[in-house]
């Protein structure tokens, strides 16, 4: 599988991004998708996260009520949709794929990760 994150940008603080993540490979639909990103100098983090069967969703507290994920099978594509964006939210953005789960510390490890895509919230 891989992964390829688009949809970043420059934004101002209450501002809205709809990040991509088109997937390669005729198995997208048996991954469990999540989300990362990593901030200036800080480690990279979890953001969100959605099962193979779209069942199951998981947030981060710091955008739980701001941001939704989605995946379009279909089309071997997960969304970030991240509404009412703040300078906090600067970050580069990494998807992942995992045939088991997505875990909340990404050193545990996931199965592929994509290139990021930087999003710049500026207050």
């Known amino acids: 599988v891989q992964l390829q994150a688009s949809g970043g940008g420059l934004v101002q603080a209450g501002g809205s991004l709809r990040l991509s993540c088109a997937a390669s490979?005729?198995?997208?639909?048996?991954?469990?998708m999540g989300w990362f990103r990593q901030g200036p100098g800080k480690e990279r983090e979890f953001v969100a996260a959605?099962?193979?069967?779209?069942?199951?969703?998981s947030y981060a507290d710091s955008v739980k009520g701001r941001f939704t994920i989605t995946r379009d099978d279909a089309g071997n594509t997960v969304y970030l949709q991240m509404n009412s964006l703040k300078p906090e939210d600067t970050a580069v953005y990494y998807c992942?794929?995992?045939?088991?789960?997505?875990?909340?510390?990404?050193?545990?490890?996931?199965?592929?990760w994509g290139q990021g895509t930087q999003v710049t919230v500026s207050s």
């Open positions: 992942a794929a995992d045939r088991r789960f997505i875990p909340r510390t990404p050193r545990a490890g996931v199965d592929y």
């Open positions: 490979g005729r198995t997208f639909s048996r991954y469990d």
């Open positions: 959605i099962s193979w069967s779209g069942g199951s969703i």
